[in-house]
């Protein structure tokens, strides 16, 4: 017999257990995970996090209570926690997606993020307390402790989030605005590689069976011939090809979706789209 689903808006049980212990083997991070049906009567996992057992089951509950008021009203408050924005937010990013204004990861990246670096950071703090200093110290925070490339996603988020929140009128100013990310280190400049090393290189995929079978030598001497990434090289088909002009349409790339597997689409910007001329 099927189980019943839960009432809309509502969540089952939830399991507590610990993900992280320090060098004496004590629990020092606790996971709390549980199913919620939201509005649309669709059930999903979520989890929270906390120093506590108990930390991490409130923090879920409230999660959970976030989740049913974003759904029940659009309507922020002063005193609304930042992680209710922050629901509403992603609900929009959320919808873009599926409209296809923006790239399928981007959702699952943002809701990522989220969940694990500013949620626990920042998610109960009133939209009212949420001043300058204060949003800067949870960016450091995802800068020092996770690295810059989250550190630069999560500011994003809370770019949106609070930019929906002064568009209620909840707030009157975007305290994220301010805030700049410095990095700890300088991006090293590419290179191309040399004759020898791409001799060398090639030398070495012929050699290997596995390499041969799966098309890398070619792969490479694409890739190497129209310096597109591997995901724009692996979206062409023969259709791309003028074989009158010799030239390509590199406007699709090829990306790996949660819940949908590998997904052909076009890329996500007009400057994306380039025609590339092929040698002989």
């Given at each position: 017999?099927?189980?019943?689903p839960?009432?809309?808006?509502?969540w089952?049980n939830?399991?507590v257990r610990?993900?992280?212990?320090?060098?004496?083997?004590?629990?020092?991070?606790?996971?709390?995970?549980?199913?919620?049906?939201d509005?649309?009567?669709?059930?999903?996992?979520v989890a929270a996090?906390?120093g506590?057992?108990?930390?991490a089951?409130?923090?879920?509950?409230?999660?959970?209570?976030?989740?049913?008021?974003?759904?029940?009203?659009?309507e922020?408050?002063?005193?609304?926690?930042?992680?209710?924005?922050a629901?509403?937010?992603?609900?929009e990013?959320?919808?873009?997606?599926?409209?296809?204004?923006?790239?399928p990861?981007?959702?699952?990246?943002?809701?990522?993020?989220?969940?694990?670096?500013?949620e626990?950071?920042?998610?109960?703090l009133?939209?009212?307390?949420?001043?300058?200093?204060r949003?800067n110290?949870?960016?450091?925070?995802?800068?020092?402790?996770?690295?810059v490339?989250?550190?630069?996603?999560c500011?994003?988020?809370?770019?949106?989030?609070?930019?929906?929140?002064?568009?209620?009128?909840?707030?009157?100013?975007n305290?994220?605005?301010?805030?700049?990310?410095?990095?700890?280190?300088?991006?090293?400049?590419p290179?191309?590689?040399?004759k020898e090393?791409?001799?060398?290189?090639?030398?070495?995929?012929?050699q290997?069976?596995?390499?041969?079978?799966?098309?890398?030598?070619?792969?490479?001497?694409?890739?190497?011939?129209t310096g597109e990434?591997?995901?724009?090289?692996?979206a062409?088909s023969?259709?791309?090809l003028?074989?009158?002009?010799?030239?390509?349409?590199?406007?699709?790339?090829?990306?790996?979706?949660?819940g949908?597997?590998?997904?052909?689409?076009r890329?996500?910007?007009p400057a994306?789209?380039r025609?590339?001329?092929?040698?002989?």
């Amino acid at each position: 017999m099927a189980r019943e689903p839960f009432p809309l808006g509502t969540w089952g049980n939830i399991a507590v257990r610990p993900i992280k212990r320090d060098c004496r083997g004590r629990a020092v991070k606790f996971e709390a995970s549980g199913r919620y049906r939201d509005l649309g009567g669709r059930t999903r996992r979520v989890a929270a996090w906390g120093g506590t057992a108990g930390e991490a089951e409130n923090n879920l509950r409230a999660k959970f209570k976030a989740r049913r008021i974003v759904a029940e009203s659009a309507e922020l408050k002063s005193t609304d926690r930042v992680s209710i924005a922050a629901e509403l937010f992603l609900a929009e990013v959320k919808d873009k997606v599926e409209h296809d204004a923006l790239a399928p990861g981007t959702y699952d990246t943002y809701r990522y993020q989220y969940d694990k670096n500013l949620e626990p950071r920042i998610g109960e703090l009133r939209l009212i307390e949420a001043t300058i200093p204060r949003v800067n110290k949870v960016i450091v925070k995802v800068r020092d402790e996770v690295g810059v490339a989250s550190a630069k996603t999560c500011k994003s988020i809370l770019t949106g989030t609070f930019g929906l929140a002064v568009r209620h009128g909840a707030i009157s100013s975007n305290p994220v605005r301010e805030i700049k990310i410095g990095g700890k280190s300088k991006r090293k400049r590419p290179r191309a590689l040399e004759k020898e090393e791409r001799e060398q290189w090639f030398e070495l995929l012929e050699q290997d069976e596995r390499a041969v079978r799966a098309d890398l030598v070619d792969l490479c001497k694409f890739m190497l011939t129209t310096g597109e990434r591997i995901g724009e090289c692996l979206a062409v088909s023969w259709e791309d090809l003028n074989w009158t002009t010799g030239e390509i349409d590199c406007s699709h790339q090829i990306q790996r979706i949660k819940g949908h597997g590998l997904i052909r689409r076009r890329v996500k910007s007009p400057a994306g789209e380039r025609i590339v001329g092929l040698p002989q």
